[in-house]
């Protein structure tokens, strides 16, 4: 990526935090993926209990590896760790009363509102409500002018890559963009805007120069 389009992205960035400042979010700014998996890591302590929604953006900084890799550091509720329903509920219940949850955000807007559409709608739950602090890591390219545009990039973007990821049987598997199907494998289901944080120091946002996730 040349330094000029990293300066423009720097740009905005410092305008979004100032807007994620406004909504009672704490931000930081990470130039490159390795920043971003530091700063993750230090909002994680020790002895902590995490959990996470399905994510390419953990992925590509490395987090899940981090994890992984340190497990013996804290209390891990791996949802994915489920075989059968049953276990798959205790695990959803158990990343809900997290210390820690980790996630991203389908987009954000330039005035720092945090736009998501889930599935199942564990991610989007824990982002509401439950875990006493909530870290979302963000690559820049989902900055959005404002929540109608952020919605059209879930459309357009977003969703019909992730049912790829997925192997979902939607039609924006195969048109690539959204049908507004109603399908009972739709990945569309819930949409959730975060325009406010009431509880101070709960919502922490990670923006990320690179491009991360879709």
């Known amino acids: 990526m040349t330094s000029y389009k990293m300066t423009a992205r720097k740009n905005l960035a410092d305008q979004v935090m100032k807007n994620l400042k406004k909504r009672n979010m704490e931000s930081y700014y990470c130039e490159t993926k390795e920043e971003a998996l530091k700063q993750a890591i230090a909002l994680l302590p020790e002895g902590s209990s995490v959990s996470w929604g399905g994510s390419t953006s953990l992925e590509e900084i490395g987090f899940m590896d981090y994890i992984e890799e340190n497990s013996e550091h804290y209390t891990v509720n791996n949802r994915f760790a489920g075989q059968t329903n049953e276990e798959k509920r205790e695990l959803y219940a158990k990343g809900a009363l997290s210390d820690v949850y980790f996630m991203s955000s ?22 509401c409500h439950g875990p006493n602090k909530v870290v979302l890591v963000i690559g820049m390219n989902k900055v959005s002018a404002n929540i109608e545009e952020a919605i059209d990039r ?13 192997k979902v049987d939607t039609p924006c598997k195969t048109t690539g963009s959204c049908a507004n199907c109603l399908s009972k494998e739709c990945i569309c289901c819930q949409l959730v805007i975060t325009r406010f944080n009431r509880t101070d120091g709960r919502i922490h946002v990670i923006l990320v120069g690179e491009d991360l996730g879709f």
């Open 106 to 127: 389908n987009a954000i807007t330039k005035d720092g509102i945090l736009v998501n559409m889930d599935g199942t709608g564990n991610r989007v739950a824990s982002l």
């Open 154 to 166: 879930i459309h357009m973007v977003a969703g019909p890559t992730n049912v790829i990821r997925q």
